[in-house]
């Protein structure tokens, strides 16, 4: 899967998959608030549009940390011991 080809397949099952989405969306949460932390103004000053996701995915990181930590746990006991 090292062509574009199998990237496309790759996402597309990502989607279908809810595990998969889960898994993705946690890890786009936890990275936004990464990014957010080292270099904030990369992601303030796109609040709206297109890239206000990667601001609104940041917010929820920081702001539901708790949460998103026993989820990012969970889903990690999930895909360690259960797939």
Same mark, same amino acid.
């Given at each position: 899967?090292a062509? $574009?080809?199998g &990237?496309? &397949?790759w996402?597309? *099952?990502?989607?279908f998959?809810f595990? *998969?989405l889960l898994?993705?969306i946690l &890890? =786009?949460i936890c990275?936004c608030a +990464?990014?957010?932390?080292l $270099?904030p103004s =990369? =992601?303030d /000053?796109?609040?709206? %549009? &297109?890239l206000?996701?990667f601001w609104k995915?940041?917010?929820? %990181?920081?702001? /539901? *940390?708790? +949460?998103?930590?026993?989820c990012?746990?969970?889903?990690?006991f *999930?895909? =360690?011991?259960?797939?």
């Amino acid at each position: 899967m090292a062509d $574009a080809r199998g &990237l496309v &397949l790759w996402a597309k *099952s990502a989607i279908f998959n809810f595990q *998969s989405l889960l898994t993705v969306i946690l &890890l =786009l949460i936890c990275t936004c608030a +990464y990014i957010r932390s080292l $270099a904030p103004s =990369l =992601l303030d /000053k796109n609040k709206t %549009g &297109l890239l206000g996701i990667f601001w609104k995915c940041a917010r929820i %990181g920081e702001r /539901k *940390s708790p +949460y998103v930590a026993v989820c990012c746990v969970v889903m990690a006991f *999930s895909i =360690l011991f259960v797939q």
